[in-house]
């Protein structure tokens, strides 16, 4: 049996004038049985922190983005203990995963963002029947340096 259920969905998209704008709206699904309490960012129930190494990635060459969570009994949602999710801001490029445990207790994966821009990355992980949704910020620069580099000799090889 298939039970309704309700989510947001956010579209971003660009007007004739050029103006960027964003809409909300409530749709209907069908796809999952469980539908639990979402929580927006940290709580007292779970936190989580992130570190891309390099911090300033560039396009086209490896970067793992590791997540730590505060409390290492997380269950599983939708098949993962982590769903992650990255969006660059023109919404040309997107991205689905799920980070892997690592020894330490963080999460991580590594891959190469084949473009440079501004992402949005979204982290899901469950605790206590609670999902919990994190967003997180990273620029990706572009693989030949800037004029700016250029000239103060900034530019490195990550």
Request: hydrophobic content about 40%; charged content about 20%.
């Amino acid at each position: 049996m298939k039970r309704m259920g309700i989510f947001s969905v956010i579209a971003s998209f660009v007007l004739c004038a050029g103006i960027a704008s964003a809409a909300s709206m409530e749709m209907g699904h069908m796809d999952h049985t469980d539908h639990d309490m979402v929580m927006e960012g940290p709580s007292e129930h779970l936190s989580m922190s992130f570190a891309a190494t390099p911090a300033s990635p560039r396009a086209g060459e490896p970067v793992t983005l590791s997540f730590t969570p505060s409390h290492v009994d997380l269950e599983e949602a939708h098949g993962a203990l982590m769903h992650l999710i990255g969006v660059r801001r023109d919404v040309k490029q997107f991205f689905h995963t799920h980070p892997e445990p690592q020894a330490n207790g963080s999460f991580a994966i590594t891959r190469a963002f084949p473009e440079p821009g501004r992402y949005a990355i979204w982290l899901e992980a469950k605790r206590m029947g609670m999902l919990h949704r994190f967003e997180y910020a990273l620029v990706v620069r572009s693989a030949k340096p800037s004029l700016w580099e250029r000239i103060t000799g900034t530019f490195k090889r990550s």
